[in-house]
């Protein structure tokens, strides 16, 4: 293996050459850790703006960093920055730069390690990643809400073992994920809470000599409370291991992911020629290379493939971190493609979602076909024994029965007679006979929760107000 020469920025006098070619292959992480550029220049200017508050800069050095950082943050963006992988990672890439252009430069890496600067730049990363996925998770929701309500009279089966259970509103079922995802969003903002701490100051691992003012970085870089006070980790040596916020993440994202997982799965089967509850817009399926009638929900399918992934992302940062002694290991280099793919993964499967559920149009034949089945109101001719006084058990038994007998008779339950009915049971009476009216049955469901007319109605407008109107 040959070796290289060492870069003006690198750990220096210590070696006397560079790593091997496939060491230096081996270790970089430019190759993935340049998307952190706009944040570790960030770090930096918080860095050099401290620096010169607490006298290690003059003001001039200070003010050739800041735009020496600038103009490399608009070449970055422009496309035209020169990465060199024998710089290793984002970080030594943007400081070479920076020194080869200002001399002031050798002087911003005082009292900052590369171990409390990558935890800074991921925690700055992932806070945007964040506002930007709770925003994208209310349109999903808005999505789920505006067909709902797009279809608020439809009803279907609901489904236990998928089996035929109960009738539910359309509108019902979507407003499960709703609350779902209100419950991921909270799990995001939480952890908001301890992403939005600031660990700069920290060193290699064990603080500094000089008189940090990590305050002025923290408000800098806006890790603050509500009540703007600064955040800032309190123990250097857990500041610089300390990556319980990604697997916070990562462990909210499986969830979201199980959760998208679980629609996805609904939208397929809802797809298929056997529900036909559902059709989804061309533009959102794919077709088959060798069945010319196919129309495929990849769409779905794949956002319930993905779920994989992000379950194993979880996975592999809380394996990667169970055996690392304090403090930093270059293990945790490790951390960062497993966090970049599992947010660019559930962000865009949340996107796309979100487009499908516009471009879905409900079959409302085939779903009133579907409920118009009697045997989901079994329950409900329990309940109306109940109400005659007859305990529930042998309500149940009977309605068992009442069923049995229907099938060996080859009828439906609500083509039965009143006679047959009181061979099960002597407490019905002809407006027993009512029950399988659907309407009426969607009616008597009152309980907070259930999905009655009256209640699903309120749920949907508690939404759309909880939402807001900009439906996607
Ligand atoms: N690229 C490294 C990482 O992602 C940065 C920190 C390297 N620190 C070190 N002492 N080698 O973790």
Known sequence: MKSKPRAAVSRSGRFTSG???EVAAFTESISFDWRLWEHDIMGSMAHAAMLRKIGILTPDEARDILKGLE??????????????????????????????????GAKLHTARSRNDQVALDIRLWLRDEIVELTGELTQLQRALVALGDRYALVVIPGYTHLQRAQ?????????????????????????????????LGSGALAGSTLPLDREFVARFLHFTDVDGKPRITQNSMDAVSD?????????????????LSRLSEDIVLWATTEFDFIRIADSFTTGSSLMPQKKNPDVAELTRGKSARVIGNLTSVLTLLKGLPMTYNRDLQEDKERLFDTSDTVRRCVRLTTGM?????????????????PSLLATDLADYL?????PFRQAHHAIGGLVAHAEASRKSLAQLTLDEFLKFDPHF???????????????????????GVKQVRKQLARWKRALGKSAP
């Open 71 to 104: 103009d490399i943050g608009s070449e970055i963006e422009s496309g035209c920055f020169h990465w060199k992988p024998e710089l290793e990672d984002v970080h030594m890439n943007i400081e070479a730069e920076l020194t080869a252009r200002v001399p002031a």
């Open 167 to 199: 009738p539910v509103f359309f509108a019902h079922h979507l407003l499960a994920y709703v609350e779902m995802v209100e419950r991921d969003l909270a799990r995001f903002r939480d952890c908001f809470e301890r992403v939005n701490v600031c660990p």
């Open 429 to 451: 009476q002809r407006e027993a006979l009512q029950i399988f009216d659907l309407n009426g049955a969607m009616s008597r469901r009152v309980v907070t929760g259930s999905p």
């Open 386 to 390: 109940v109400r005659q006084g007859v």
């Open 243 to 259: 990556r319980d916020f990604i697997v916070e993440f990562c462990a909210h994202a499986a969830l979201l992911a199980v959760h």
């Open 357 to 373: 559920l516009g471009q879905i149009t409900v079959n409302e034949k085939a779903c009133a076909d579907a409920s118009s089945d």
């Open 19 to 21: 790593p091997a070619d």
